[in-house]
């Protein structure tokens, strides 16, 4: 196109190089800073690649990688406790929990005995190596391969326990040994992940004979009841028991020290009354004798002693209770 008019042609101001080339830089600068800077949250750690290669791994922060796609990062929630269901789902949270339940497909199984049971649970995981996350399992599979083993585990556990063991006595036994069996096998898998817990849910029988075994957990129920009474009576009885039969001994020990003492006391005593006997047996004859008499009229009254051998011996008794007036 020809300028007709004898001006000089005139490119706009944008489009001069003072003006282009700092928006350029600009530009290049903003691309730059966008594909080389990332952040980190603190409940995450980032695995950075270096042309799809697997390079460090950083923790929470601002980082520095190459850019324009040379270096990639991709954050890991591996702080984050996340949570799987089995049998049930929560449709809806908040301050009431709304549930779907009888997911059977997933949660019927087959016990030792050869009953059926409905069992639903949870697991808790974390992620604790999110390169063995990123790399050892496709994004796709990751988490239907942590239900798999989660199933298989507990499958195989009440698959080896009567029914009556998985509703009562051996849900604890389950959780922590499907906890440490869950956690063996992801780490065969090297899926990067631990499980913190199981924990099992509803334990119920089919809807055709769920009434019976109401009635016998009821029962055990009741069973239960009556020992702990037994056992509380039996706790109540036995000490006060104790402390009688305590008391007793007690009281035995002290009259047989007492006896021991008197008796002590009686052979001293005799020891001594017969070493003054050797030394003069008249006279320590005659006063054990009076002694004796002493002991034996001391609480009579009225009494009067009279020597036998005295002869022409009229004795006299003052017959008034009050004596002579």
């Known amino acids: ?56 791994t950083v923790g929470p922060g601002a980082h520095f990688k190459l850019p324009f796609g040379i270096d990639r990062s991709y954050n890991v929630p591996t702080k984050a406790i996340q949570t799987e269901q089995f049998g049930f789902r929560t449709v809806r949270g908040g301050v009431q929990n709304t549930y779907q339940n009888n997911l059977t497909r997933e949660s019927t ?55 009556l063991d998985v509703m009562g006595a051996e849900r604890t036994a389950i959780e922590a040994e499907a ?71 007690l009281e035995a020990q002290g009259y047989a020290t007492e006896r021991v003492n008197r008796a002590n006391g009686d052979v001293a005593r005799f020891n001594s009354v017969y070493a003054e006997y050797r030394k003069a047996p008249e006279v320590t004859r005659k006063r054990l004798y009076l002694e004796t008499i002493e002991n034996l009229f001391n609480n009579e009254k009225g009494t009067t002693l009279i020597d036998k051998n005295l002869d022409n011996f009229l004795p006299l008794s003052n017959l008034t209770k009050g004596g002579a007036q």
Do not use: C
């Open 1 to 56: 196109m020809e300028h007709t008019s004898g001006t000089p042609f005139q490119a706009p101001k944008w489009a001069r190089p003072g003006v282009i080339i700092p928006i350029v830089a600009a530009l290049m600068a903003l691309i730059l800073a966008g594909t080389s800077v990332f952040i980190v949250n603190p409940t995450e750690d980032a695995v950075i690649t270096r042309f799809g290669k697997y390079l460090s």
């Open 109 to 163: 199984m087959l016990t030792g005995d050869l009953n059926i049971v409905n069992v639903e649970w949870i697991i808790q995981y974390r992620i604790n190596d999110p390169k063995a996350w990123l790399f050892n399992v496709h994004e796709s599979v990751r988490t239907s391969t942590i239900r798999d083993i989660s199933q298989s585990v507990i499958n195989t556990l009440v698959g080896d326990r009567a029914i």
């Open 179 to 249: 906890l440490r069996m869950t956690n063996e096998k992801l780490n065969e898998f090297g899926l990067g992940v631990t499980v913190t817990t199981v924990q099992l849910q509803n334990i119920v029988p089919p809807e055709g004979v769920q009434s019976a075994f109401e009635d016998v957990n009821k029962a055990i129920q009741d069973m239960n009841r009556l020992i702990n009474e037994g056992k509380e009576a039996y706790n109540a009885e036995i000490p006060k028991a104790a402390g009688e039969a305590e008391k007793t001994v």
